[in-house]
């Protein structure tokens, strides 16, 4: 039985507020779970001393039994200081893609071709 540490969303439409739980990985999101640790409000300020209400040490117990957080409850969990979180970076994603690299090439030489009869 693989063990997650997840969030568990409540509240209503558009006010989101989530529970973080102990689940097996193959239960739904907001379905059954084995035990409750805290929860979070992202509602509230981020530097709100009650936006997230864990018990540290129900998740270092879980942590040490081999349960793995999700990648949204290990940022919660690196911001209180429980783990180390990998930080993630993919610049390929930001760079454009095929056609529009051609675009600003053809842009580019157009303007060079400009700049040439006048000079």
Known sequence: ????????????KKRPFYRVVIADSRSPRDGRYIEKIGHFDPLKEKDAADRLVLDV???????????QPTDRVSRLLDGLGLM????????????????AQERAAAAAEAAGAAEAPAA
Request: hydrophobic share 35%; proline share 5%; no cysteine.
């Open 84 to 99: 180390k979180r990998e930080a993630r970076n993919n610049p390929q994603k930001a760079q454009p893609k095929k056609k």
């Open 57 to 67: 040490e129900k998740a270092k117990a879980w942590l040490s039994k081999g349960a």
């Open 1 to 12: 039985m693989s063990l997650k540490i997840r969030l568990a969303r409540g509240g209503a």
